[in-house]
């Protein structure tokens, strides 16, 4: 009996196997449409920026460097307080922008025509108070975990726990008038927040995005640490770092709190659902980022 339960067990498990592998051919999924795919903000130091890109159907044989999905000639119009006050221009394929300045309690959205896409708009998105900081404390003259000359940045604020505040941290890094792109911040204080933070890259910015329901108390906690130099062939030091610390619209939290929860392996296993969108006949994000940068020379 024992022997005949082991091979009940072996051919359950090979049927497993073969019901895993099983192949579906010709299913048609659903598709109603390319429809526009709008990411971008408005902030108190650059204005309104808007990448606009469409989808693509679910099936098909696409190579990346040969798509194009950049939707230019569309007009986009600003409104602040439901009134339109500006219209962005596009001084790239797909980029569009204004520097149209916000004020903090001041709601904002977009309203986008583009041909063959059906009006596209964004939800109002209220522009916060900028976050009121003491001081920034930095440090020098030590070496990061892979031996590199490195600093230290911490912010100095408290959270206002009456305010369901989010908040974001991002470095620029230059050599002459270069931006150097990669992630070149570590946060190794990271474990009493007891919560992870988000990482994206927008508009050559690494930001790390929390919100303040990570706070342990009402005082931000810890510092973020950072390389002086960019290994090439040779290693070659920085000029300049721009630290930025931005108090954000919850839109973008839940955008990226969403993605976070929906890709990779689990993914596999998890209920189906909508990704976060606070676009109407179409997809992305629009958000409001109230920023305060401070400029270091090395």
């Not at 072996?10 to 659903?30: H, P, Q, T, W």
């Not at 896409?117 to 209220?126: D, H, L, P, Q, R």
């Not at 007891?194 to 890259?201: N, V």
């Not at 109407?280 to 920023?291: E, L, P, R, S």
């Amino acid at each position: 009996m024992r022997y005949l339960s082991k091979y009940l067990f072996v051919v359950f498990g090979l049927y497993i196997l073969a019901a895993c592998s099983k192949r579906l051919d010709n299913y048609d999924l659903e598709y109603s449409g390319d429809r526009l795919v709008v990411f971008g903000n408005i902030s108190n130091e650059n204005g309104v920026t808007i990448y606009l890109t469409h989808t693509l159907p679910p099936t098909g044989t696409y190579y990346l460097d040969e798509i194009d999905v950049n939707v230019s000639a569309a007009i986009i119009t600003l409104l602040e307080n439901n009134t339109v006050v500006d219209t962005l221009v596009e001084p790239e394929p797909g980029l569009y922008i204004t520097s149209y300045l916000p004020t903090p309690g001041n709601s904002y959205s977009i309203n986008v025509v583009a041909d063959g896409f059906e009006t596209t708009f964004s939800e109002n998105v209220i522009f916060p108070q900028p976050v009121n900081l003491e001081e920034v404390v930095y440090e020098t003259d030590f070496e990061n975990i892979n031996g590199d000359p490195a600093f230290s940045l911490e912010p100095v604020f408290t959270d206002d726990p009456s305010n369901d505040n989010f908040y974001s941290f991002g470095f620029r890094y230059y050599i002459e008038d270069t931006v150097i792109l990669y992630d070149v911040f570590e946060s190794p204080d990271d474990a009493p927040f007891g919560c992870s933070p988000g990482i994206f890259k927008f508009n050559n910015t690494f930001l790390k995005l929390y919100s303040d329901n990570c706070f342990a108390g009402t005082t931000f906690p810890f510092k973020f640490i950072c390389s002086k130099v960019y290994h090439l062939e040779n290693i070659v030091p920085f000029e300049k770092c721009e630290f930025e610390c931005n108090v954000i619209s919850k839109e973008l939290f839940d955008y990226v709190a969403n993605i976070s929860e929906t890709e990779g392996i689990e993914l596999l296993l998890s209920d189906p659902k909508l990704n976060y969108t606070n676009i109407t006949n179409g997809f992305g994000v629009f958000w409001a980022q109230n920023d305060t940068t401070f400029v270091y020379h090395f």
